[in-house]
């Protein structure tokens, strides 16, 4: 599969989440290993553990990215990390940080920034780009938003974000009400020029963002451009 991805041009492949089971950390073994050109990553916690066992998985990529992050949103910090606002921006930081010495390439995700508020968002967002991120993830975790919510938040940030020019922004849509790939598409003319899909679809519950949509709606309207395409 990686390496069809590589033909279809995929720019970036997500092939695990090494620290969660020996499959997944053999699978960014062996993906780093069969292709040649797109970035193969690895999928992380804010958690060092998590980052040494990424590096150990990417050992034989030509291009390795870490992709670390942390819930943004009040839900997240108040009922799955018993934490404040304040700690989770330093936890941030810090595996940012912590990943870059490791790789170049570092990108962040702000799980569940789809319901996050867009100040405190954004002091996320400026804090890792300093802390050396390279790509911003600006995830609608449970498929919340709608695509103008989504858009509006993209380029909210894009306005009010000192450095965010430095960096990549990346959409990461799920599609719980049905509206992962315009959600999707809402963000790429507001700012952001990753797009975050998967194969059918295919994702937690209802699934993520579909590859071969996305790829038709930028085949079909070519006046979308410089989207960088990464698969889960």
């Excluded at 040494?52 to 998985?57: F, G, H, K, L, P």
């Excluded at 670390?68 to 108040?78: E, L």
């Excluded at 921006?89 to 702000?110: I, T």
């Excluded at 599609?175 to 975050?196: F, H, I, K, W, Y």
Aim: contains cysteine; hydrophobic residues 40%.
């Amino acid at each position: 599969m990686a390496r069809q991805l590589e033909q279809l041009g995929v720019d970036v492949i997500e092939a695990g989440f090494p620290v969660s089971s020996p499959g997944d950390f053999n699978s960014v073994v062996e993906i780093s290993k069969a292709v040649t050109w797109p970035t193969v990553c690895a999928l992380t916690r804010a958690v060092e553990r998590d980052i040494d066992v990424a590096a150990e998985s990417l050992r034989h990529a030509r291009r390795g990215r870490i992709h670390t992050g942390i819930g943004t949103s009040d839900s997240h910090i108040k009922y799955k990390f018993h934490s404040n606002r304040e700690e989770i921006l330093e936890r941030a930081v810090k595996a940012v940080k912590y990943a870059r010495r490791y790789v170049e390439d570092v990108e962040f995700y702000a799980e569940d920034a789809g319901r996050t508020d867009n100040e405190y968002l954004a002091r996320v967002v400026e804090a890792v780009i300093k802390a050396g991120a390279t790509v911003v993830n600006i995830p609608d975790t449970t498929g919340y938003c709608l695509p103008e919510e989504y858009g509006a938040k993209i380029r909210w940030l894009m306005e009010h974000v000192d450095g965010i020019d430095r960096v990549l922004i990346s959409t990461h849509c799920h599609n719980d009400l049905g509206l992962a790939t315009a959600n999707t598409l809402s963000g790429v003319p507001n700012g952001a020029r990753q797009v975050e899909v998967t194969v059918n679809g295919i994702g937690e519950r209802a699934g993520n963002t579909s590859l071969e949509e996305i790829a038709i709606i930028l085949k079909c309207h070519k006046d979308i451009k410089n989207v960088i395409l990464p698969f889960l």
